[in-house]
């Protein structure tokens, strides 16, 4: 995955599923003072299994000592390695940030200057609000029309895929 704008240039390689490697460079270091690379703290692996992988309900958690955090030198090239962040919800409108990374940059006039990428979201059936794609009871119903009768480790895994692919409870 890689950014490129007037701004900055980066690429972002995954490494081990628990960490993200961000390479890249502020495209003109003369306009800015500070340049920070800052990302959520990594998901909460302490919790039973249902709890595991849950967003954090808002940014202030969510940011709270997080270790991913970098400062640009001068010469505008960063090579950090980061751990997977989690995601966040809004607190107005309850939308939910996937696994941002954000570079933050204050110009020499003072401006502040934000850009963010939205990494691949490794718990994407797993929220603490309903599901975008619940609509009705066949959100629930859907998979007795879909699985097949078979035995049940063959059912655990189709079960296992649809609830990927088709975003179903």
Do not use: W
């Not at 309900?57 to 989690?86: H, L, Q, R, S, W």
């Amino acid at each position: 995955m890689e950014i490129n704008n007037d701004v900055i240039f980066a690429s972002f390689r995954y490494i081990d599923k628990c960490k993200v490697k961000i390479i890249g460079s502020v495209k003109d270091t003369t306009k800015y003072k500070n340049i920070v690379i800052i990302a959520p703290n990594t998901y909460d692996a302490k919790s039973s299994y249902s709890g595991k992988g849950l967003p954090f309900p808002c940014a202030d958690i969510a940011f709270e000592n997080t270790p991913n955090k970098y400062v640009v030198g001068e010469t505008g090239i960063f090579d950090v390695v980061f751990d997977y962040p989690n995601s966040y919800y809004t607190v107005a409108n309850k939308m939910k940030i996937v696994s941002p990374v954000y570079f933050l940059m204050v110009d020499n006039l003072g401006e502040k200057h934000v850009e963010m990428v939205e990494l691949q979201d490794k718990y994407d059936l797993r929220t603490l609000i309903n599901r975008e794609s619940r609509n009705g009871p066949e959100f629930y119903s859907k998979k007795y029309d879909l699985l097949t009768i078979d035995t049940a480790e063959s059912i655990m895994k189709q079960y296992s895929l649809l609830k990927k692919q088709m975003k179903i409870a």
